[in-house]
């Protein structure tokens, strides 16, 4: 299913930051098209202006400085004395440019009658384009007042190497094109799936964490099942004996459904619902009383650090904060050795507040570390425990990330752990 996913995101991103690059390119590719083309044009006229005016400042019109400056502009150029053919152009011009010449002349001469024999001007040009024989030129046609008669002349540039010049404008932002999306693709590729890495990994926490609810649930259901179908035949006494253990097992269902709501409402952003100013000092000793008797069950001395100093008010969910102390405190008791110690203890350096829960029992494991906040995770050593389900430390994270805080472990010299709750 990702793979298919990441394939088409790979392709649509990839198709989007194509069709941008190739709208960018041909939009660049008309502006720069156009801007060339008036240039050709421009040039091409200030090529006639030259010419026309060298034209006036020649008094003899050699074939030398004609075919020179033909040459220099790249042109082709025809002269009529009175409209008729110089012995110029049957010389320098080939048959097929003669003709040519001819062909715009007459052209010129039905499109252009202003331009004609007779007119009372010094000096007139007039620029267009021709085509013939499916090659475009740059014309144009100027008559001259020059001893006392009329000199017409045809100017042509062809514009091949113009399109020439523009093809191989296209081939390179063509190639240009297909490297760059060639490139999209990969990078879309790479960065699609670094993009679906998280979603990945949450399926895969997902999937873990409903198997390991299942396999909580189904010891219990099993017992209960179990019971249910032994006291059918029981005598009173095991009866009873049945209804006690059908009663554990339910109030083990009970308590996991909790601890599995609360994680849903983590997940769904809705865990805090009463974030009010709080004594944390307070807090921790109505705690630190509320668990002297467990201690005494456990066979362990609870004790408890508050600052000489007053603290301000911690803006908290004081019954999550509970929650989580009630967590720590109680793992605490579970891993500690008889006549072991635990210690709450509270601190504060601007603007933080450090909860700390401190035992000196058997520690976690280096290799237990990263994962001891995972939902569901328990090291062999408390496995054997049948009321707890790997969530606690995971419900205690969540509680602390909800508030924006950091909730933390390391060794306890000698031997044990201390957990942090870091709040601001």
């Excluded at 081939?171 to 060639?182: E, H």
């Excluded at 083990?252 to 459904?257: V, W």
């Amino acid at each position: 299913m990702y793979h298919k996913l990441h394939k088409r995101l790979t392709l649509l991103f990839t198709g989007v930051a194509g069709a941008i690059l190739i709208v960018m390119s041909v939009s660049y590719l008309y502006m720069s098209e156009t801007e060339l083309s008036k240039n050709s044009l421009l040039s091409f006229s200030s090529n006639v202006d030259s010419l026309i005016s060298g034209l006036e400042q020649q008094s003899d019109l050699t074939w030398e400085w004609l075919s020179k400056t033909a040459a220099n502009q790249g042109s082709l150029l025809a002269l009529y004395d009175n409209g008729a053919s110089i012995a110029y152009n049957r010389t320098v011009l080939s048959e097929e440019e003669l003709l040519l010449a001819n062909e715009v002349k007459a052209f010129a001469d039905e499109h252009y009658p202003q331009l004609g024999n007779g007119s009372s001007y010094f000096a007139a040009h007039q620029e267009f384009t021709y085509t013939a024989k499916k090659e475009t030129y740059h014309a144009s046609v100027f008559n001259i007042r020059k001893n006392y008669g009329i000199l017409t002349g045809i100017m042509l540039y062809s514009t091949k190497p113009f399109f020439q010049q523009i093809n191989q404008q296209r081939l390179k932002f063509a190639a240009i094109n297909i490297a760059g999306i060639l490139i999209l693709l990969a990078f879309s590729y790479y960065f699609t799936g670094k993009l679906l890495e998280p979603v990945i990994e949450a399926r895969k926490k997902q999937t873990a964490f409903v198997a390991a609810a299942s396999h909580e649930l189904r010891t219990p259901i099993a017992v209960i099942c179990s019971a249910i179908s032994a006291s059918k035949s029981a005598d009173s006494v095991k009866k009873e004996r049945f209804f006690e253990m059908i009663e554990e097992e339910a109030m083990r269902i009970s308590t996991l459904a909790d601890d599995l709501l609360l994680l849903n409402r983590s997940d769904t952003g809705k865990l805090l619902s009463n974030k009010q100013p709080t004594e944390l000092d307070t807090l921790l000793l109505d705690t630190y009383e509320a668990f002297l008797p467990l201690a005494k069950e456990h066979d362990v001395t609870l004790n408890v650090l508050l600052p000489d100093d007053a603290i301000p008010s911690c803006n908290c969910d004081s019954e999550r904060i509970r929650q989580i102390l009630g967590i720590l405190i109680t793992n605490a008791f579970h891993y500690s050795m008889s006549q072991g110690r635990v210690t709450l203890s509270l601190s504060y350096s601007r603007p933080y507040f450090w909860i700390g829960v401190e035992d000196n029992g058997i520690g976690i494991s280096e290799e237990d570390k990263p994962h001891i906040f995972d939902r569901f995770y328990r090291a062999d050593k408390s496995r054997s425990g049948k009321n707890h389900f790997g969530l606690g430390l995971s419900i205690a994270k969540e509680i602390t990330d909800a508030h924006n805080g950091k909730i933390m472990v390391t060794d306890t010299p000698g031997g044990g752990a201390r957990f942090y709750v870091l709040l601001s």
